[in-house]
Structures are given as C-alpha cells and as structure tokens.
C-alpha cells in the first residue's frame, strides 16, 4: 500500500468485526437502490465497473482491522454481492413490487437466470404450457416478464395499437451494429425496415421466386428417388432442412447453396443450431449482451455465423443481381440508395457502412427465417400424415383430383391455395406446431410511463410475451381434442357442434387464438411464400410417392411419442431425425 493509502486507512475508525462486515452490506444495498432508480445497464462501462468493484473493494477495508488483505477482500464481496443480490430477490418477490399480483414459480419470479436454465433445456414450450395450465391465464415467467394466453388480448399487444417489441429482442443484437427488422424495437424505425421486405415478399416478387420453387422441388422429389430405387430408409427432416435451405440461397442470394446435391458437407446446419441457442439464451439476458460479446470464447458460434452471412453478402454482392433475389430487395438495388459498386469492394470486414451491416443483419433474419420455419413445417406435416392415415388418403384423394398423376406436376399455385384438405393440413400442423413457439414479446414504449391492456396495466420496464403454441393448444379456442391432430376443425363451418369419437366437447374453432405467423405490423413478411412453398412440395411428392416412416421405428415414433419429445425450441424449433422409407407410387 502506499503512504496515502496507509494514512487514509489509519485515519478510519476501527470498527468491531459485526460492525465492519455491516459496512459492505449497506453499500450493496445503496447500490441495490441506485440501479432500481436509476437502471444502469452494462452497457454504461465506467459506472459498472464503479459499483461492481470499485465501491465492494473500497467498502472491505474496514474488515482490514481484523482479517488478512485477501481474506478481508473476499469477505467484502462476498457480504456486498450478497446484499446486493438478496436485495433484488426480497424486492421482486415482495408485495410491491408492480407484477406481483400475477402468478408464477417463485425462482421465476426472482431472478431472470430461471428462465434462462429453461430456455437451454430446450423445452420451454411444454413448460410454459404446464405453467399456464397450473396457474391460468396469465403467468409471471420473469422478475419483469408476464406471459399471456389471451385471444382477445392479443390486438392491443401486438397490433397496430398495441406494443414495440420488448428487451429480448436487445438480446439478438450484436452491440454497435443496427439492429435488423426482427430485432428492432421503435415502431416507425420498424415501419421503415419493413418496407424492403414487403417489396421483396410482396405477390409480385413471390411470382418472380415461383421457378425456382418448381426447380428446388423438383431436384428434392430426384434426390428422395434415389432411396425409392435404392429401396434404402433416409431422415426426411433433414431432407426438408436442405432443401428448404437451397431455395432459400436462391430465393435470397440468386444462387448460394447446394446442400440437396453437395450435402451440408461445411456443417451449416449445425452453425445455425448453435447460433440459435445462443441466441435463445442471450435474449433471456439481454443486459448480458454487451459483456459477452467482449467473451470471444463464448460468442465463436455467433461470430462462426457472422461470418458465414457476410461472405453470402458479399459474394452477391460484388456479383451483381443476376435476378430480382431478396437482396436486391434488400440492398434498396431497385432505387439510388443501393450500395455503390466501389463502396462494396472496398469495404473491409468490421468497418463497414450503416447500410451495409445493416444489410448484413437483414440477410441472417432471411436465412433463418426463410429455410427454418417452413422445413420444419413441412417435416412436422409429413410426421402427422404418416401417423394419420386417413387424412393422408383424403389429401390425396384431393390432390390426385386436383392434378391427376401423370398428367403434368402440382405447381399451379392459385389451385393449390384453394384445395381445402391440404390447407386444413397445413392449419394444423402449425396449430400444433407453430415454428416460433413461445416468444413473441412485446413491451411498453421507452418514455411511456405503461400501457393499459384490457384490465392490465403494464409498467414500462416489464414486457408481455405471447406463445403461440400454448394458445393453439386451448381447449377454450379449439375443441375438441386441442392437443390432437384433427384437420376436420378447419372444414367445419364456425358455427356447427360436432362430436367426432366418443366426445361430445362442444365445437370451437376460435381463429383470433391462431397467430402461427405471429400479428400486427411485425407479423411474419414471408407467410405468402412459406405457404406457397409448403404446398407445392407436399403435392409434388405426394404425387409421385409413398411416404410411411420406418417399420421398426413406427412403435418409437407413435407409442413412444419419439418425434414430439425430440424437438427442441431455441426461439424456433428444432427438429430430430424422421426415419422414413420411400416408395414410388404404383
Ligand atoms: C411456416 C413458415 C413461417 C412461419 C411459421 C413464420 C413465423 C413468423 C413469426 C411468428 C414471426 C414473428 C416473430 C416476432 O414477432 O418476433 C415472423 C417474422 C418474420 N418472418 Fe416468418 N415465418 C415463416 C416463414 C418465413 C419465410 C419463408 C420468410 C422469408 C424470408 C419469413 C420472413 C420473416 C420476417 C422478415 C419476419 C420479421 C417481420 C417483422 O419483424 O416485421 N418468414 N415469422
């Protein structure tokens, strides 16, 4: 220690050891106090960096008098950490804190880490349901997060009147680095970033996409011809991923990926998966975000995939658009404010414009959203279909109607909106199986004091999330049988009673309660061409073939509920294998 240091800590009152220990538990409170007050996010270095250690370290040296330098300092910290934390804890749990009224597991309720060690479990949508089944409606899921299951609410959250985005959407951004049109959370800079896509998913563009949808499907019914002739079992889930993922490289770059020929032979699939779950977890912490992307150990899986997109980005971009592709959607290629062809090359990696990392973190959303949700869909539907046999004879019974084999392939798009089995297929198997499950969030305007929601009052700070999954499964808006798959639910006019089996549950077909592509003006911007795609390769392969799930496996998959307790949801879900044989049609 030096002099001054010596005479400052000689000049101090010798306090006895309870007293000294007092010391440190005060300031953790203060400094308990002080954050509530003031919200002091990490992000703000040189005051965290004050309170977390300088003002525990200055606060043990009253434990000095009686214990060893480093004794005393662990002991400081210690006492100041846990006066700090329990404070919290006490606050958040107690009666006045603003969301008490609402029921919740206490450790929920006390601290965000909860929900986090759920999240990385994988199975946050079953576990959410079993809390809205034991505790209602609404549920608190977070010291500062609710959760709804609540049709009517649903406009007033997420409508044009309703709430930005909320916290976790911070925790899916890289710091320093625009925030792309999921993450965004003011409404009009929302309003803004949503105009490219629209254009670039509006009918217009989807009729541009539509040949290469016919030539994707097509490659994806050759390459599943193989294990027909082969006569040879294969993972028809993973056969969905590649394909969904090469029309996707088409569809956003003009031309990237050749998973369905090449196989996924660079492991892109299994970079996507760890990004998701990181990302998962760092939107259930979105304070953290500013720490560990300073961790560059544990953002490798992050950075792998940061790096994947900016390569896509460039290489399309010094290439040029050779089609209308998403992109050129994107980079605002159609007007003056494109990207000049110098600005593009000369940019190196981690210097870049405003608009080119802007650009950048519009094509990560296109590529996760573009090729994830809709295999899954696809894959989930076949699961359904194979494990439901009369509603795949009546699909196609429908199907080979609409386009008779043999006579020309399934691609006529308006036809196949209209074919009502098929539609009522898809319905369900989002109903049930909706690819962003649990987390669309929605949370106050910054400076707006609350939001009034029906009788609820939600105070700026706390957030309100929506999943659709645990509302799909309701009995309140879809009976009977919620939790099963029965495509009859959607045939029926809204107002008839129906008893199918044994049941006499009576007939509700509640569709305010049906929000697979989400709701309001941060709706899903692709549902157009996910659904246009989804039925195009539904009809072309159940046109041409047999599809059943493996013999041996069939007791695993449908007694032993196999493919439903191998998906995972990391903000959407993923998928384990489905083991299926393929035959062609007689
Ligand atoms: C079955 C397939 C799909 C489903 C179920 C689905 C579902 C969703 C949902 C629930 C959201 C809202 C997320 C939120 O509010 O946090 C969303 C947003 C979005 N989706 Fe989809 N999606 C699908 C396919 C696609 C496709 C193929 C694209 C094309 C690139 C796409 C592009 C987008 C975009 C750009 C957004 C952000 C919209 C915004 O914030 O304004 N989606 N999607």
């Known amino acids: 220690m030096t002099s ?9 009152p010798r306090l006895a050891p309870i007293e000294s220990m007092l010391v440190p538990a005060a300031f953790g409170l203060v400094t308990y106090l002080i954050y509530k007050r003031f919200e002091i996010l990490p992000s703000s270095e040189l005051a965290t960096v004050f309170l977390l250690f300088v003002v525990p370290l200055a606060s043990s040296v009253f434990l000095l008098h009686h214990y060893s330098d480093g004794l005393a300092v662990l002991s400081g910290f210690s006492i ?20 008490a009224r609402y029921p919740g597991p206490f450790l929920a309720k006390v601290s965000q880490f909860w929900l986090a060690r759920e999240t990385t479990k994988g199975k946050w949508h079953e576990t959410l349901k079993e809390l809205h089944d034991k505790y209602g409606a609404y549920v608190r899921v977070g010291p500062n997060q609710l959760s709804f299951v609540d049709a009517s609410l649903i406009p007033k959250i997420m409508g044009s009147d309703g709430m930005p985005k909320g916290p976790m959407f911070d925790g899916a951004r890289i710091p320093h680095v625009p925030a792309n049109v999921v993450a965004i959370r003011d409404l009009s800079e929302h309003a803004q970033l949503r105009k490219p896509w629209a254009k670039g998913l509006s009918t217009a563009a989807i009729k541009e996409y539509s040949p290469t949808v016919v030539k994707r499907a097509l490659q994806l019914a050759e390459e599943l011809d193989k294990f027909a002739e082969k006569g040879e079992s294969t993972d028809l889930a993973m056969w969905m991923s590649r394909f ?37 977890l760092l939107q259930r912490l979105p304070w953290s975000v500013h720490i560990v992307h300073k961790l560059p150990f544990v953002v490798a899986a992050m950075a792998k995939f940061t790096k994947f997109v900016n390569d896509c980005v460039a290489r399309r971009s010094n290439r040029g658009a050779r089609v209308k592709d998403l992109f050129y959607y994107l980079a605002n290629e159609d007007s003056d404010t494109a990207l000049s062809r110098s600005e593009k090359s000369s940019m190196p990696y981690g210097n870049v414009s405003h608009e080119l990392a802007l650009l950048r973190e519009n094509c990560k959303v296109a590529i996760v959203a573009g090729s994830d949700t809709t295999a899954t869909t696809i894959s989930n539907m076949f699961y359904y279909l194979m494990t439901n046999k009369e509603v795949l004879a009546r699909l196609r019974n429908e199907l080979d109607e609409a386009f008779p084999p043999g006579d020309g392939e399934p691609f006529d798009f308006v036809k196949l909106s209209e074919l009502k089995i098929l ?37 700026e700070g706390t957030s309100v999330n929506i999943s659709p999954y645990v509302l799909h499964r309701q009995a ?21 009673k129906v008893e199918p089996d044994s049941t006499s549950a009576h007939y509700i077909h509640d569709t305010s309660a049906y ?39 069939r007791n695993e998959y449908v007694e032993k509920n196999k493919w439903e307790k191998e998906i995972n949801s990391f903000f959407v879900f993923r998928l384990g294998e489905l083991r299926v044989v393929i035959k062609r049609r007689a």
Not at 80 to 99: E, M
Request: proline share 7%; with cysteine; net charge negative.
């Open 515 to 553: 929000i697979p592509f989400a709701y309001g003006p941060a709706n899903c911007a692709g549902k157009a061409l996910a659904l246009a795609e989804i039925r195009s390769v539904t009809a072309l392969l159940l046109q041409r073939f047999d599809i059943d799930l493996v013999e041996e496996l």
């Open 423 to 459: 539609n009522a297929v898809i319905n369900e198997t989002l109903r049930l199986q909706p690819p962003v499950p649990t987390d669309l969030q929605r949370a106050p305007a910054a400076g707006s004091g609350s939001k009034r929601i029906g009788e609820h009052i939600i105070p």
């Open 244 to 280: 969904a993922f090469d029309f996707m490289g088409d569809m956003v770059f003009g031309g990237a990926f050749e998973l369905m020929k090449e196989g996924d032979t660079s492991g892109i699939w299994g970079m996507i998966t760890e990004q998701m779950k990181a990302q998962a």
């Open 476 to 496: 309140r808006y879809f009976s009977p049988m919620p939790e099963k798959f029965w495509i009859d639910r959607w045939l029926q006019s809204p107002t008839s």
């Open 4 to 12: 001054l240091v010596m005479d400052v800590f000689s000049s101090l």
């Open 80 to 99: 100041y950490y846990a006066s700090l934390l329990s404070s919290i804890a006490v606050y958040r749990a107690s009666p006045w804190h603003p969301l």
